[in-house]
């Protein structure tokens, strides 16, 4: 039997918190799930049952009415998973049970009761140490360690060696000495220790207060004179009542055969990959497809290249600079065409053909195509539809954007998986002629059957001006970014290498020094023990090879020991060399003494790009090592300059206009430093009396309060008790009341509409919003919340980029757009064109669209991506 409340508490609490892509929370799942299998596998057990607490009062309450009166809020971080929990319980077939006025000690307490009297063994696992009154010799009990999966396990043989008492005597040394964590009372003064003194002298809590006078010590007989009726009342809040009235039985508990598709189902939505891995979910079968007719092009004909032609150019690999293109189809009112690579590269018809603009093409992901064929020195214009890219604006939650998965969602079973064809991941191999050129030509004639039905679906949303003006050319534009690239000075990414590595050599001595030994800093078993068993710092969570040593607990100790500080400079500066240089070193091309990084515009639900193949958004700035990477980016030529520009507090700007709120609104209108405002206006001060620490605080709200950020989660942002983050909360929408209503407001609009929009009109469905599901339903008006806001922002940074590329072509620029970074654009120019870059690009980014309060850019320059930052 598994105390629910309680073990899914210490897995919130032993881990930092998680997230899924849709950014519904999992620490407290993957932790109890964990648990669970861990229970499942070494204990094998016939019966299985999961008890929760029925809610916040119980029957102890009209006993006591500060009964666990103390206790927090839950967070609601926490509140928000245990709807999932249940649902991971009912996929494994797992009974749970909760009793109104009850509580979940109470449900184990009678069933293993009655388990124990038909001769069952019985095994209770929680956090709780009041459960120990239960161990019987029948009934064992495994308390969680720090961490989750570690338990020790208490027979009466090992409470008696802990405590000296009987299983029962933890009822009464609880009444003396109370527990703090359910506010029972207990004597006041009297420790543990003293309580089971008193215990091993007299045996009961009933027996001390009859025997006071033989109490040793005056202030002790005073306190339990004093106290006797609050002894006796905390005993009985103690005890577990074991004859409670649950209408299920031991023998209704069965736990065997459970279905494992709804387990691997819940998994993937639950992004647990580690624990995917525990069951082999099996291939699912392919349907059958129709079979087209089709032909295998031996040359390039008329026929093939007429106007209003799908065409799919498809490459293997995920990375597809320079990679094969392994065949190419098109699809037209003329028929359906596999042309071979070779057959279609060596065509001059096919050239002219793909650069011609007014061939109108519709294609499965332009970017990739356009990119493929670039390498190959042609060039592919006139794309009108893009399957791909229309498929991400009309549902972005989507799981998929592939061909086939776009045309299962329209009920049209006309192309096979990817994967079918190819295999997966490091076994993908191209399948021959025959299967490849079927697969290829059902892709482009599922984009040509499909453009009509989607482009309808476009208008009817009000989508087709998002998607033609602004998405579409982005899609051009970004693949001209991708072929461009970005040059590395190889030569000085070597030095920055090898100074790091220095540096990493000096600082491993001074550690090994402060620890007064030699031992592998990488290793988290010879740190664990160093830091732990010879230095003696304090052990704050364990995991399942023993203390934890991750960044998280090395930064609650780094004022324990001047060692700490070392070893996390030494972690980041390792990352940094690993991951950053080594990294970014093995991904420069040889050709072109460039990284071709690849653009992702149909991923994120609010409509930000991102960047893989590196990641050139996530080079870590706020280390000056760090920093100093961006000095290997330089200019494609030696006497140009690089060119940054990226806007000032825009996701806020954005909050000002949208939420209307007056304070927002004059504060940037008056081009005032809007943390320093806030903080004047929450903690009611004047600008000169804004104290470091308060616009910190402010900056921290101004950020997250927006995005559903909890009491929980400012403390931990801000290191502060929740109440002291739940007042300032309160302060800060009480000096914002703009804001105030609209999250209100949008909420409502989100469940009337089932959708929410940006000031661009790019749509995000939130079907959970009327979820019964408190963790769905939160998420979804959290989502509610931010998805306005940091959708428009990335849709003005996006407009600004179309903008700036019809500028550039307009003045007859040479300068180029090398990069998009968060709210930064990153250019490459000749030095003659910097005073016209000064010009135009804060113009049209500031001009992109107008909001309530001005947008506003700023710019640096210098010969490396660092100098112009």
């Known amino acids: ?166 299983p029962e005597q933890i009822i009464d040394m609880k009444g003396l000495m109370g527990d703090p964590s359910d506010n029972i009372p207990g004597v006041p003064g009297v420790g543990e220790k003293t309580a089971i003194k008193l215990l091993k002298q007299f045996g009961t809590v009933e027996k001390v207060l009859n025997s006071i006078d033989e109490v040793s010590g005056k202030k002790l007989k005073e306190k339990l004179t004093e106290n006797k009726e609050q002894a006796l009342m905390s005993k009985d809040l103690a005890t577990i009542l074991c004859e409670a009235p649950v209408d299920i039985t ?42 087209l007719e089709f032909t295998i092009a031996t040359k390039v004909t008329d026929e093939m290249l007429t106007n209003e032609s799908a065409i799919v150019v498809e490459v293997l690999e995920e990375n597809y600079h320079q990679a094969d293109i392994i065949g190419l189809a098109i699809v037209n009112k003329n028929g359906r065409f596999f042309i071979p690579t070779d057959v279609a590269l060596s065509s001059d018809a096919f050239k002219e053909w793909a650069k011609d603009k007014d061939a109108k093409k519709a294609i499965f992901d332009a970017k990739r195509a356009v990119v493929a064929l670039g390498w190959k020195g042609m060039e592919l214009e006139g794309i009108h539809f893009d399957l791909s890219i229309a498929s991400y604006i009309i549902d972005p939650s989507a799981s998929s ?39 290829l030509v059902n892709k482009a004639n599922t984009v040509y059957t499909l453009r009509e039905e989607i482009n309808d679906e476009l208008e009817k949303n009000h989508l087709t001006e998002l998607f033609y003006h602004l998405e579409m050319p982005l899609s051009i534009i970004l693949g001209k970014m991708e072929m461009t690239g970005v040059k590395v000075d190889v030569k000085q990414l070597k030095a920055m290498g090898d100074e790091l590595t220095a540096q990493l050599t000096k600082l491993e001595q001074e550690i090994h020094e402060l620890a007064g030994m030699k031992f592998n800093i990488n290793s988290p078993k010879q740190l664990g023990e160093v830091l732990f068993e010879k230095l003696g710092l304090p052990v704050i969570k364990k995991t399942k090879t023993g203390a934890s040593t991750s960044a998280d607990v090395l930064e609650k100790l780094a004022d324990k020991h001047e060692i700490i500080p070392s070893i996390l400079h030494y972690r980041q500066l390792g990352k940094l060399s690993s991951t950053y240089i080594e990294g970014l070193l093995k991904v420069v091309h040889d050709d072109t003494n460039k990284i071709h990084t690849i653009f992702h515009q149909a991923l994120t639900q609010t409509g930000r790009l991102s960047s893989t193949e590196p990641n050139l958004q996530n080079i870590p700035i706020r280390l000056e090592e760090g920093r100093k990477i ?87 942002n801000l290191g502060i008790t929740r109440k002291e983050a739940g007042n300032f909360i309160d302060r800060y929408l009480e000096s914002f009341p703009g804001v105030k209503d609209y999250m209100d407001q949008i909420v409502q609009e989100a469940r009337e509409k089932g959708y929410v929009t940006t000031l661009l009109n790019r749509r995000r469905f939130l079907p959970e919003i009327t979820s019964r599901n408190f963790n769905l339903r939160s998420f979804a008006e959290r989502t509610a919340m931010n998805t306005p806001i940091q959708g428009t922002a990335a849709d003005i940074i996006k407009k600004a980029m179309v903008n700036m590329s019809e500028r550039i072509e307009k003045e007859g620029m040479q300068a180029k757009l090398l990069l998009q970074v968060h709210d930064e654009l990153i250019f490459e120019a000749p030095k003659e064109e910097l005073d016209k870059l000064k010009q135009i690009v804060p113009e049209v980014m500031e001009e992109a669209i107008e909001l309530k309060v001005p947008l506003k850019v700023d710019f640096s320059y210098g010969s490396s991506w660092y100098d112009a930052k």
Do not use: C
């Open 630 to 716: 961006r000095k290997a980016f330089v200019p494609s030529n030696p006497d140009w300059i690089m060119f940054a520009a990226d806007y000032s507090q825009i996701e806020l700007r954005v909050l000002a206009h949208i939420a209307n709120d007056d304070n927002l609104i004059e504060a940037f209108n008056k081009d005032m430093d809007v943390h320093t405002k806030t903080a004047m206006d929450v903690f009611h001060v004047e600008k000169e009396e804004v104290t470091d620490t308060m616009r910190r605080s402010a900056k921290a709200v101004n950020f997250g309060i927006v995005y559903g950020i909890s009491d929980y989660g400012l403390s931990q």
């Open 1 to 166: 039997m598994i105390d629910g409340n309680s073990i899914a508490y210490r897995a919130f609490f032993a881990l930092p918190l998680l997230n899924n892509d849709k950014g519904v929370y999992t620490n407290a799942v993957y932790g109890f799930t964990t648990m669970l299998l861990k229970v499942i596998e070494e204990e094998r057990p016939t019966h299985l049952l999961v008890a929760f607490d029925a809610g916040k009062t119980t029957f102890r309450h009209n006993t006591y009415q500060e009964y666990k009166g103390g206790r927090q809020k839950t967070p609601p971080e926490l509140s928000e998973q245990f709807p999932l929990i249940r649902d991971l319980l009912d996929a494994f077939q797992i009974k749970r049970y909760e009793k109104e006025n009850y509580e979940a000690d109470d449900i184990i307490g009678t069933l293993a009761k009655q388990a124990a009297k038909d001769d069952w063994e019985v095994k209770v696992y929680s956090g709780d140490k009041d459960l120990l009154q239960l161990v019987s010799p029948n009934v064992t009990v495994a308390l969680t360690r720090k961490g989750i999966t570690n338990v020790d396990t208490y027979n009466e043989t090992v409470v008696n060696e802990k405590y000296g008492l009987t």
């Open 401 to 439: 954007h592939e061909v086939a998965d776009i045309a299962n969602r329209k009920g049209k079973r006309t192309v096979a998986n990817d994967e079918t064809i190819y295999g997966k991941g490091a076994k993908r191999a191209v399948p021959n002629e025959e299967v490849l050129a079927e697969h």
């Open 250 to 291: 031991i023998q209704e508990l069965i736990f065997g055969e459970y279905d494992e598709q709804k387990v691997v189902s819940l998994f993937k939505e639950l992004e647990f990959q580690s624990l995917l891995e525990r069951f082999d979910a099996g291939e699912v079968e392919e349907e059958e497809i129709e079979e």
